[in-house]
């Protein structure tokens, strides 16, 4: 079993910066695979990044290319967002999600996570 849980949003304005973190805890060979969603009210959840945690590839939505970094502290069992140059379209709530094993090709399906954290918010305003 693994437990996640996420910390770091909060409300911004248009243009700003906020990084998230997702700390994990329990079997390490649960988490090999980690990803951010999130869902805007009315909207399905959607991927935003992955990570394997093992060789640190990553895989973004087009999106946030350019603006996101997802990255991970494996010393410290932590998962990082770091969302620069913040629009009000990325206002959501934010999850974080582990899978086992690692999957053949990278995806930002939420049905290839197996674990679930409960979310924190983010807002940005124009």
């Known amino acids: 079993q693994v437990q996640l849980v996420e910390s770091g949003g909060g409300s911004v304005q248009a243009g700003g910066s906020l990084r998230l973190s997702c700390a994990a805890s329990?079997?390490?060979?649960?988490?090999?695979?980690m990803a951010w969603f999130r869902q805007a009210p009315g909207k399905e959840r959607e991927g935003v990044a992955a990570?394997?945690?093992?060789?640190?590839?990553?895989y973004y939505t087009d999106s946030v290319k350019g603006r996101f970094t997802i990255s991970v502290d494996n010393a410290k069992n932590t998962l990082y967002l770091q969302m620069n140059s913040l629009k009000p379209e990325d206002t959501a709530m934010y999850y974080c999600?582990?899978?086992?094993?690692?999957?053949?090709?990278?995806?930002?399906?939420?049905?290839?996570?197996?674990?679930w954290g409960q979310g924190t918010q983010v807002t940005v305003s124009s």
């Open positions: 999600a582990a899978a086992t094993p690692l999957p053949r090709f990278f995806t930002l399906s939420p049905k290839a996570m197996n674990y």
């Open positions: 329990g079997d390490s060979y649960s988490t090999v695979y």
């Open positions: 990570i394997a945690t093992g060789g640190g590839t990553t």
